[in-house]
Nanobody, 128 residues
Framework: QEQLVESGGGLVQPGGSLTLSCAAS????????IGWFRQAPGEEREGVAA????????FYSDSVRHRFTISRDGHKNTVDLQMTSLQPEDTAVYYC???WGYGSGSLGNFNSYEYDLWGQGIQVTVSS
């Protein structure tokens, strides 16, 4: 069974950092585009970062650019999201997801329908 599992979430103070990890079962993440999304209570899910498989391009939403970094670890078969300078508005459930077959041209649009496998999500809370 193919599965994505997020880890690394938790409670952090404003200005702090966390690194989320997306691990896979029966999925070679190296061949797929991978996106990170988040959803805060009462709000729509939004894409925050994505990385392209064929060309290594990376995309970030305006809200996280220069604070979040997405990266792959081929040895561990994970895609990590390093989050710095966290603020209360970053509080949300974070999801990783797999995408294939759409090309990197629209990757930065963070279209949810282009992703076919999602993790269960992990809570990130930024609060003092």
């Amino acid at each position: 069974q193919e599965q994505l599992v997020e880890s690394g979430g938790g409670l952090v103070q404003p200005g702090g950092s966390l690194t989320l990890s997306c691990a896979a079962s029966n999925v070679n993440l190296e061949i797929y585009d991978i996106g990170w999304f988040r959803q805060a209570p009462g709000e729509e899910r939004e894409g925050v970062a994505a990385t392209s498989a064929p060309d290594g391009r990376k995309f970030y939403s305006d809200s996280v650019r220069h604070r979040f970094t997405i990266s792959r670890d081929g040895h561990k078969n994970t895609v990590d999201l390093q989050m710095t300078s966290l603020q209360p508005e970053d509080t949300a459930v974070y999801y990783c997801a797999r995408r294939w077959g759409y090309g990197s041209g629209s990757l930065g649009n963070f279209n949810s329908y282009e992703y076919d496998l999602w993790g269960q999500g992990i809570q990130v809370t930024v609060s003092s």
